[in-house]
């Protein structure tokens, strides 16, 4: 599962990176997104994030958590339908 959070400073390029991700991943908040990518959905993604993108200015991060290491979430506040949520106290 990779999960991918972005900072875009130009509003155009925001929506941009948005609605690419959306192409690919869920989206979580409004600038992470997760879900599985193939390797080539990966490397197609990357491409057309850093067409999009200005280095100088904008930061992208991916993470990689292998084998759907995600085993529960704890949400404060509004809460999308997820099947990983916990109520806060339910940690254990």
Do not use: W
């Amino acid at each position: 599962m990779y999960i991918v959070a972005y900072d875009i400073t130009d509003n155009k390029r925001l929506r941009e990176v948005a609605n690419t991700c959306l192409q690919y991943l869920s989206r979580v908040q409004k600038s992470v997104f997760e879900g599985d990518l193939t390797p080539s959905q990966l490397h197609s993604l990357k491409k057309e994030l850093k067409s999009i993108m200005d280095d100088k200015t904008d930061s992208i991060l991916f993470y990689f958590l292998k084998n759907s290491s995600i085993k529960k979430r704890i949400v404060l506040g509004k809460r999308k339908n997820d099947p990983f949520f916990i109520k806060e106290g339910d940690e254990s």
